[in-house]
């Protein structure tokens, strides 16, 4: 009997294997195509629609003028990895050896997938939050690995006796995502620390996605796990440039941790991609000694996020307002929709404008996609103008 063969079983894990053994577009996908074919406002795919600083372009221009233009080491390039060294002892106080501890990456995804293929395997058990960013499934279904999700409560907080009910002797990994994609939650240092004492009990690695690290608003700290007691040996933090420089196309991402882990991950990763921007990753450590760019971004999201959120209250949706991310999820209940997929993909027809659906971010059937059924996220990293028109367009549903 032939078994199943990998990329259907990555495609289950992800939602895209239908009933009838077809294979479905990620929900991404999906909704720009119906956006496009409607002319419906885009506040699905969170992708920003301004370039990143000027400077770093040029520099990446430089970069490419002065001949940097063929392989880059593997590991990155030997400015990246400092900067990205002095990154963390600057903001985080983490002390980390930019030539042992430190692998440049083709974006954060495949510092994710490669740590998972590198250290988990069949009969291990990878817990991660629920909803969950899809290229995490992904690449425990590639690693053969169980996924097991631990939903966020219903106020997109984390469960603590969820997460050590969760936890068994076959838990190899813990993966951690904060600020959180898709719901914008930022974890407490109180909640880390539920997530840093079961690490320690268990003995446990940790992988922690920081992608949005810098994209924190109010109140809201970001505190990588790295930093409690006892998690700097047990951790592989991944981060990224593209969100906080909005340069996603340039996909230069990163990881940091303690040596022997770097070297498993940088085996694997070799044979992935080995090695990618070579002109890109001078620029981006240039960037990284910027902590103006960052803030001024992070302070402009908070206004367009209060925008949209105003916009959507206003339209009768309910609202978690997000400390963090490009991302707000808003309950259609009030308004009558009780399935989010449905109400995506009905609202360009409606009112011209896309979200997707916070399901998509869970296994089918699970209490997460339960409790998740009628929320639908939505992107504020576009224009305030873009904003306003797709708010304006969201005022029909109670019309």
């Known amino acids: 009997m032939t078994s199943t063969p990998r990329w259907r079983q990555v495609a289950a894990a992800t939602g895209l294997l239908s009933d009838d053994g077809t294979i479905a577009q990620t929900i991404f996908a999906e909704m720009t195509v119906l956006a496009n074919r409607t002319g419906a406002v885009n506040l699905g795919q969170g992708f920003p629609d301004v370039d990143?600083?000027?400077?770093?372009?040029?520099?990446?221009?430089?970069?490419?003028?002065?001949?940097?233009?063929?392989?880059?080491?593997g590991?990155?390039?030997?400015?990246?990895?400092?900067?990205?060294?002095?990154h963390q002892r600057r903001r985080y106080g983490l002390?980390?050896?930019?030539?042992?501890?430190?692998?440049?990456?083709?974006?954060?995804?495949?510092?994710?997938?490669?740590?998972?293929?590198?250290?988990?395997?069949?009969?291990?058990?990878?817990?991660?939050?629920?909803?969950?960013?899809?290229?995490?499934?992904?690449?425990?279904?590639?690693?053969?690995?169980?996924?097991?999700?631990?939903?966020?409560?219903?106020?997109?907080?984390?469960?603590?006796?969820?997460?050590?009910?969760?936890?068994?002797?076959?838990?190899?990994?813990?993966?951690?995502?904060t600020p959180h994609n898709p719901t914008g939650t930022v974890l407490t240092r109180a909640e880390l620390e539920q997530v840093?004492?079961?690490?320690?009990?268990?003995?446990?690695?940790?992988?922690?996605?920081?992608?949005?690290?810098?994209?924190?608003?109010?109140?809201?700290?970001?505190?990588?796990?790295?930093?409690?007691?006892?998690?700097?040996?047990?951790?592989?933090?991944?981060?990224?440039?593209?969100?906080?420089?909005?340069?996603?196309?340039?996909?230069?991402?990163?990881?940091?941790g303690p040596a022997d882990l770097i070297t498993a991950v940088r085996t694997l990763k070799q044979f992935m991609t080995y090695t990618s921007g070579s002109a890109f990753q001078p620029a981006i450590a240039l960037a990284l000694a910027d902590e103006e760019t960052p803030r001024a971004l992070a302070d402009s999201l908070a206004e367009r996020r209060d925008l949209l959120c105003a916009g959507l209250e206003r339209a009768g949706f309910d609202v978690v307002v997000p400390q963090g991310t490009y991302f707000v999820v808003a309950d259609g209940a009030p308004l009558g929709f009780t399935n989010g997929h449905d109400l995506c993909l009905r609202l360009p027809e409606l009112v011209g404008v896309v979200g997707v659906p916070v399901s998509a971010f869970c296994r089918p059937g699970s209490t997460a996609a339960q409790t998740m059924r009628s929320r639908v996220r939505f992107t504020f990293v576009k224009q305030p103008e873009v904003l306003r028109d797709g708010i304006e367009r969201l005022a029909a549903l109670t019309r």
Do not use: C
Not at 137 to 145: L, S
Not at 218 to 232: E, F, K, N, Q, S
């Open 52 to 73: 990143g600083p000027d400077y770093v372009k040029e520099a990446a221009k430089a970069a490419i003028d002065a001949g940097r233009n063929q392989y880059a080491p």
């Open 75 to 86: 590991d990155g390039v030997p400015e990246l990895r400092h900067a990205i060294a002095d």
């Open 95 to 177: 002390d980390v050896d930019p030539d042992t501890e430190v692998l440049a990456t083709t974006g954060a995804t495949e510092a994710l997938t490669a740590a998972i293929l590198a250290l988990t395997g069949p009969g291990d058990e990878v817990i991660t939050l629920e909803p969950f960013y899809d290229s995490h499934a992904a690449a425990i279904a590639m690693a053969g690995a169980t996924h097991v999700p631990v939903p966020l409560t219903a106020d997109l907080r984390l469960d603590a006796d969820a997460l050590r009910a969760a936890a068994t002797e076959r838990t190899a990994m813990i993966l951690v995502n």
């Open 196 to 256: 840093a004492s079961l690490a320690r009990e268990r003995d446990t690695l940790v992988l922690t996605d920081e992608v949005y690290e810098h994209l924190v608003f109010d109140d809201a700290v970001h505190v990588p796990i790295a930093t409690l007691p006892g998690m700097a040996e047990r951790t592989l933090t991944v981060s990224s440039s593209g969100k906080t420089f909005s340069l996603t196309g340039w996909k230069v991402g990163w990881m940091h």
